[in-house]
């Protein structure tokens, strides 16, 4: 079972930015797709970004533009770079493999985009 640390959350301004890493105990490129969902109190698990092993990417609407997701097979990464972040992106971000043996979350790291 792959183990998956993310960091790189924090406290920032509206407008600011930050870069959320994700540190997979295996290598990435055995898995279908890697990306990033994001969850706030109440509400599911919602998608963010991803990018499939063949190296498709998609965007959740409301972050196209701001949002860019990259991988680093070399050093088993995945990263989400987040710009002119806006309340509304406020939520725990979790990293997600999956594969044909199912779907791995990490433990989450927190983003909080405040005034």
């Known amino acids: 079972q792959v183990q998956l640390v993310e960091s790189g959350g924090g406290l920032v301004e509206p407008g600011g930015s930050l870069r959320l890493s994700c540190a997979a105990s295996?290598?990435?490129?055995?898995?279908?797709?890697v990306g990033w969902y994001r969850q706030v109190p109440g509400n599911q698990r919602e998608f963010v970004a991803i990018?499939?092993?063949?190296?498709?990417?998609s965007y959740r609407d409301s972050v196209k533009g701001r949002f860019t997701i990259s991988r680093d097979n070399a050093k088993n990464t995945v990263n989400l770079q987040m710009n002119s972040l806006k309340p509304e992106d406020t939520a725990v971000y979790y990293c997600?493999?999956?594969?044909?043996?199912?779907?791995?979350w990490g433990q989450g790291t927190q983003v909080t985009v405040s005034s």
């Open positions: 295996q290598s990435i490129i055995s898995f279908s797709v």
């Open positions: 997600l493999t999956g594969g044909r043996r199912g779907n791995n």
């Open positions: 990018i499939t092993s063949s190296g498709i990417i």
